[in-house]
């Protein structure tokens, strides 16, 4: 490692890259949800329901 840098200054370097890393994989998550909510319109007042809930209502 480079000796021109104290201790103080690695571990800050290092806690920088991981903040980076959780920032990322947060942001990507967050893409995903909002990916897959784009898939299914509703109104904003209806609750998710999975669609093995639906049930038909014209049974015979």
């Known amino acids: 490692y ?9 571990l800050d ?6 903040q980076r890393l959780v920032y990322k994989r ?3 998550i967050h893409v995903r949800i909002s990916k897959n909510r784009a898939k299914l319109p ?15 209502v014209n049974r015979p």
């Open 2 to 10: 480079d000796k021109s840098m104290s201790d103080d200054d690695r």
């Open 26 to 28: 947060e942001a990507y």
């Open 42 to 56: 509703r109104p904003a007042h209806a609750p998710y329901r999975h669609p093995c809930r639906q049930q038909r």
């Open 13 to 18: 370097h290092r806690l920088i890259d991981i």
